[in-house]
């Protein structure tokens, strides 16, 4: 270790860069610190613990806006703000979504307070931000409350990040916010608007033993009302009429408080929303939950900025409609394009962190988010990689598919066949309106655009207007959206990858029977009417086997198109199908269409080395001829 005076001598030299020095143990820093103070010198020292001892950054720029209330305070960017050994003594804060229990807790926090810049730069007074889940909204929401609340004292969380390097760390603490996170807001009605109020309860409880004093009485009587329904659990019809400007009477009673409009935060505030969509009784709920946030959000004269994170815009009616201020930000857009999920750079620096490679296999199963232009990494799947050292699918059981498996079980065959080939080629052309309102959306266009949205699919290309190239993320999401396949065909327990084996093992009796196992149990009687609905069907079953089969769909092969032809990738035998479709489901007229189909597999020469495979279909009934 340098002596005292040595390390002096430097910061004296060294005006404008940071210093940084190993000291043997934090008895060290304090008599460093103790020498700085007795010499005059004006100095910031970040202390760090390590294994060997501690290592000290030291700035002459004393960064004390509290004694400063300069409306032009700025200080530049240090040029070290952290070192790689330091990052790797940090654990990853897997389940950990509360900002300041993240930095208390020493736990690894990717700088991510330029949004708080961008948040103050913009000129705009209600934001909604949309984005996939698990991508760290709640985190992010959290830091903004941190931030900029009055009732706290946040300088120590945000030290050693970047927006304390710049002139908006003036308005750090400075601010009444109201943060509510509906994350929970989910299940029956019953249960969703109780955890509303648990929500309303937490920010309400922060001021209880002032509302008696409000000089206003009116608004005194109205808040304390509010509490009994809060406390009591109130949910009948009065009680939601009674919390449904409670938002707005608390926004009033903190302006008259501290004399300063409000900055309100609601975190996933469409997960009510799409909870009673998916439960059928969003009617019900519509009037308390648009009439709690409208009246909190539209032309509120107590509200200074409103913030707002969810997976998709829900609806203009109601809700949004009259908000002329309303700007949304969504995946296509630029605004606060890197500050939810990881940048390149930050996936490299935590893996790194943590003794990984950001290698080619990282890329393809995490990588895939285009957001306003630019690669994103998910950044739950990274950092639980990054804690586990496995390459898995992290974000599968994250959130419900529920609506997802509801609309594409009602679709048609034709979008039903669209998705199947997705899963196959990993990318599909469709229209479908990305800038709408979901609610506001019907048939195919209400899927895509949700499973964009919901982060399952990003656009590849926009060819017209409501014209997309829309391509699978990455591998753990393609998995996931084979499980919701698997789910709408009722194959959930069925051993699909079994059933192939037993073709390659020239069990063909037992596959026919499996086969029609699976016909049997098809959910709808009425949706197996034509040839294309088998093949679509089979093409599904096949998608589930891709890792072992390049699936080809009506492609050339011989002297025609067969309906699926299926190349081995380890070694096996090739499998080729056709299909058709009999007359009625008689045992010899299904055998007559099974025979037709493997004499045009013949002649047409398919797959002369192949396993031939030719079905014939009527409704819920099949059988088969083959070639081994």
Known sequence: MESTDGIIEKVLSNKDENIIVNLKGLMDAVTLEKALNERGIPFVMDIRLTNEGCIATISRRKLDIYEKNMQDFYVEEPKVLYETEILKEKRVPIGISNYRDVINENAYCVDKTKMIEELLTLNDEVTLITRPRRFGKTLNMSMLAEFFDITKESKELFKNTYIYHTKYVKEMNQWPVIFMTLKDCKGKKEKLIKQLYMELSKEYGRYYDEFQSVKDRFLSNQLLEICDVLLDADISINGEVTVINAIELLMRFLYKKYEKRVILLVDEYDTPFMSAYAGKYSEQVKDLLTGMFSSALKDNEYLYKGVLTGIQRIAKENLFSGLNNLEVCSMQDEKYKDVFGFTEDETRTLLEAHHLELNQDVKEMYDGYTIGGIEIYNPWSVINYADKGVLASYWINTGSNEVVCQLLEKSSNKVKKQYIELLEKGEMKVNCILEGAYIELRGATQLWALLVHAGYLTIKEKITYHQYVLRIVNGEVKQ????????????????????????????????????????????????????????????????????????????????????????SKKGQRDIVIEMKYAENDKEDCLLASADKAMTQILDKHYGDDAIKIGIGNHQKKAKMAWKI
């Open 480 to 567: 996931d959206l084979i499980y919701i396949m698997m789910r709408i065909y009722a194959w959930d327990e069925v051993d699909v990858a079994g059933m192939f084996q037993l073709i390659q093992e020239g069990k063909m009796k037992e596959f026919e029977e499996a086969y029609q196992e699976i016909l049997f149990n098809y959910p709808s009687y009425f949706d197996l009417k034509d040839e294309n609905s088998y093949h679509v069907l089979l093409l599904g079953l096949c998608i589930i086997v891709s890792d072992s089969y390049e699936i080809m769909s009506n492609q050339e092969k011989g002297y025609g198109r067969a309906d699926i032809y299926l190349k």
